[in-house]
């Protein structure tokens, strides 16, 4: 199990690299001189010297990686073009909003998601189980920004019982809370639909295996037998779980710009908006790396809940 | 109602002349009802936004002043007026064709490219399988949306620009199914047999390995169209897709979003459109799943 935790940490160092690979080249996918990218059109030549030379533009490409991902290791993500601060720091502010809308559409979505795949597979065929799968495919077919601005209109402008964006500064506040039921909503519809799916096919999966019948057979009560399934299902359903956070951290950009919601996704907007590139690669560097980490974190803790995964 | 639908199934296979694989599916597809009606109401959108010029009662970017956020029945407008006084059915018509595009390209370069290097990584194996997969892998280092908007952030604004970044977005996806179903098939006693017998590479790759393992392909990337409208039209609602003043569903959602404070219900239109075509796009693709026996 141990060489196998080992190869899969290993494993992670590539892909973080790719990655960065990845957020490199967008600097030079840019239309127009690297240094117009990286730089506000008024800058002094002395400037443009400097950020010339920190940033190796006059050496080989593979050259200038190496400078980058040195700068990046030690938590230099460059300057921003809009408001020249470092990077570094408005990723870190926004990084924490988004994680928190994160967290909690995540933890809405998995308790609604896992009650509601559950439920439809052990009345597999009912009415509702078939509910449940409408909700499911209306989960992972509504564009969920759309339902966010459906959201404000119903609720913030026709019955103005909750705030349409931005978000108060004191977390735990009333004000807080009240601004992110909203997103919260937005955000949780994804997860719900996919997480609903692939619990239900899951439990499906293992209550047609012989076992379950055996253990009907031998006179288990039902409750029994839910936690069996619910113990064989598991791994399956953790591993969804872990790529449904990493997705609701990366994937908010859309839900955050509705919102105005100060997270990473609206720090992504503003940044498009200005072409401000340098927070472009931060934003998204730092996503990636949150997003490898946990996909690397689900991993090992899928080993440990079904050890027979160590051993393909 | 599961013993109707399962008995003419079970009778198929049992009285009658065996059908070739392609009429069984589309045969069972005829007759699943969510199919249907999913099938059809894809068939009106693709076929209204085609015929968009013919349809559509005006001009889509000529807008007057005095007519703005029309509610829907205004009269001479169907569907109401946006923001600068266009014709929301016009637009929406000439909307729907920009979606679509931006929307299936990119799929099916996808199908195309992807195929191509899956089945290659399957086939050959070794170090040819290493690279192309751990290649494909450092892809996966992104949530779609990220990976979208990193590329169309850095390349700019533009239709095309949005083809070739959710082309990259598509692409690794379909390799990692292609590439696991090759390997597969490949394993099988046929393949060898074919082997056995004198068949060379191209001939095993086209007649036996491509004709099985091209339903999974589909299949997978017929699930993957309504992602690529959603994030298509995301990318447009974020300022990085089409320009405007062209219309185009994502782009109209996020102009109009300024104005819910005087009409509700025109704002909600091309959102609604985005998400009637993408659940279409769901509903058939579990049908094309059923009807081709596919575990996803």
């Known amino acids: ?312 | 109602m599961a013993v109707t639908t399962a008995l003419p199934r079970d009778l198929d296979a049992v009285a009658g002349a065996p059908m070739s694989y392609w009429r069984t599916v589309a045969w069972r597809l005829a007759r699943d009802p969510a199919t249907l009606v999913a099938g059809s109401l894809l068939a009106l959108i693709v076929l209204s936004a085609l015929l968009a010029p013919w349809l559509a009662p005006y001009d889509p970017n000529a807008g007057s002043i005095r007519l703005r956020l029309a509610s829907v029945g205004a009269p001479g407008h169907v569907l109401g007026t946006d923001e600068q006084g266009r014709d929301m059915l016009s637009r929406l018509l000439w909307g729907g064709r920009m979606t679509l595009i931006a929307g299936f390209t990119p799929v099916l370069v996808a199908l195309v490219i992807g195929t191509a290097l899956g089945v290659l990584a399957g086939y050959v194996g070794g170090l040819t399988n290493t690279l192309v997969m751990r290649t494909m892998d450092i892809f996966y280092a992104f949530p779609a949306v990220l990976l979208a908007i990193a590329i169309s952030g850095a390349l700019g604004p533009g239709l095309p620009n949005t083809l070739i970044s959710l082309s990259i977005v598509f692409v690794p996806r379909v390799v990692r199914v292609a590439e696991s179903a090759t390997v597969q098939v490949k394993g099988l006693e046929y393949i060898a047999a074919a082997r056995a017998s004198g068949a060379g590479v191209p001939t095993i790759v086209r007649h036996h390995l491509l004709a099985n393992v091209l339903s999974p392909i589909l299949v997978f990337a017929s699930t993957q169209v309504s992602l690529a409208i959603i994030l298509a039209a995301g990318l447009s609602f974020l300022g990085l897709g089409v320009t405007p003043p062209a219309a185009e569903w994502g782009l109209m959602l996020s102009t109009l979003r300024q104005s819910i404070y005087v009409n509700a219900i025109v704002p909600a239109l091309p959102g609604l459109a985005i998400f009637v075509t993408s659940m279409a796009f769901n509903l058939l693709s579990d049908g094309l799943r059923d009807a081709m026996e596919v575990r996803a």
Do not use: C
Request: proline share 5%; glycine share 8%; hydrophobic share 55%.
């Open chain 1, 1 to 312: 199990m141990w060489v196998y935790v080992g190869r899969r940490l290993l494993l992670a160092i590539p892909t973080l690299l790719g990655a960065s690979i990845i957020v490199f080249a967008m600097v030079h996918l840019a239309p127009g001189d690297p240094i117009a990218a990286v730089m506000p059109a008024e800058s002094s030549q002395a400037e443009i010297e400097a950020t010339k030379r920190a940033y190796g533009f006059d050496k080989p490409l593979p050259v200038q990686y190496l400078v980058w991902l040195g700068r990046v290791a030690q938590g230099d993500l460059g300057k921003s073009i809009a408001t020249r601060r470092a990077v570094i720091l408005d990723v870190r502010d926004a990084l924490a909003n988004s994680l928190v809308l994160a967290l909690s559409s995540s933890l809405l979505a998995f308790a609604l998601g896992i009650a509601l795949g559950l439920l439809a597979a052990f009345r597999q065929g009912r009415l509702l189980d078939k509910a449940a799968s409408a909700i499911a495919i209306v989960g992972v077919s509504v564009p969920h920004y759309w339902a966010g601005i459906i959201l404000i209109i119903v609720f913030s402008v026709q019955l103005n019982w909750l705030p349409a964006m931005g978000a108060a500064d004191d977390p735990g506040a009333v004000a807080y809370l009240r601004h992110i039921v909203l997103p919260t909503l937005a955000l949780a519809l994804i997860p719900l639909g996919v997480i609903t799916r692939v619990v239900r096919s899951a439990a499906l999966d293992v209550l047609n295996q012989e076992f379950v019948l055996a253990l009907r057979a031998k006179g288990l009560v039902s409750r029994r037998v839910f936690t069996h399934v619910v113990k064989n299902a598991a791994p399956q359903i953790l591993t969804v779980l872990g790529l449904q956070f990493g997705f609701q951290l990366g994937g908010s950009v859309l839900v955050e710009a509705v919102f105005s919601w100060p997270g990473t996704g609206y720090l992504l907007n503003l940044a498009i908006f200005q072409r401000d590139i340098p927070v472009l690669q931060g934003v998204i560097l730092v996503l990636a790396t949150f997003f490898v980490l946990l996909n690397l974190a689900v991993d090992l803790l899928q080993t440990l809940v079904d050890p027979r995964i160590a051993r393909h």
